[in-house]
């Protein structure tokens, strides 16, 4: 059972939908450019073209731990996404502390690319990859405290699936102030997590010239950049799920589940195209600041029912 939600929901559904969603990113932000935005396959065509361009592996680095880091951050994407897929398929699938899993393993796409750009030898790698860490350790603190808004209000529940339910019949968390609150902080957090404008820090391609990626080529290049397109489906599902009621596959309930992801990926595009492009020291004092104060604030009001 596990093994069918890996394959068809972790890395083939997830994988597809994260392929259409990059496409959707693309087209939005060519749109805010006044431009006309690449064909629906471009993801696709452009993920086949770097499968079929050489691997080169840099002079001095450590091969295996540089060719394992797109691999590892490919495959903790597709396990936490398949969990979440069980959960919202079949609630009594999920099990208990569901959602700690799921944050560990979102976790390690970054990861992933703090290991590769350290493993590749380059010193413009390394300072991405320092950047990575940094930020990585500033936007955890916050997420994770908006996070406890839904666990609080579903009576301290450790279940993806009891979480769900305490949002069935349209009351979502989100309606709440502290939900709501908990929400937006959550959102800016996964912009980081996603290492996208303005938190793309790491890549920065006009300052290090795309830093932990900048070594990479051929079919790595390719996971890595298909892990970054599944995170952009997984990541607004995980919030659906927990601040606006998951998805509903049942009559008209398709059509609002569409809209619900749709409009979170529009955000998140409108936010990246809307803003410049911040400085690491900037972004920590933003998440260990305003951030986590809110989340904090958001986490009493939910204490106190409000």
Known sequence: MYAIYLIVYGIILTGVLGVIASWIDRKVTARIHYRVGPPFLQPVIDIIKLMGKETVVPEGASKTTFLLAPIMGYASISVASAILWMNQLEVTQGFLGDIIVVIYLLTIPSISLMLGGFASGNPLAMVGASREMKLMLSYELPFIFAILVPIIKSNYSLRLGQILASQAGGNVFALSFSGAIALIVSIICIQAKMGIVPFDIAEAETE???????????????????????MLFTLPFFLIILYLGGFNFHGIGILYSI???????????????????????????????????????AI?????GI
């Open 208 to 230: 290090i010239m795309g830093g932990v990626i900048i070594e990479y080529s051929g079919t790595p290049l390719a996971i890595f950049r298909l892990m970054k397109h599944m």
């Open 300 to 304: 009493i009001l939910s204490i106190l």
């Open 259 to 297: 809209l619900k992801y749709v409009l979170m990926l529009v955000i998140i595009v409108v936010i990246k195209n809307t803003n410049p492009r911040v400085r690491i020291d900037h972004a920590m004092r933003f998440f260990w600041g305003p951030a986590t104060i809110a989340s904090i604030v």
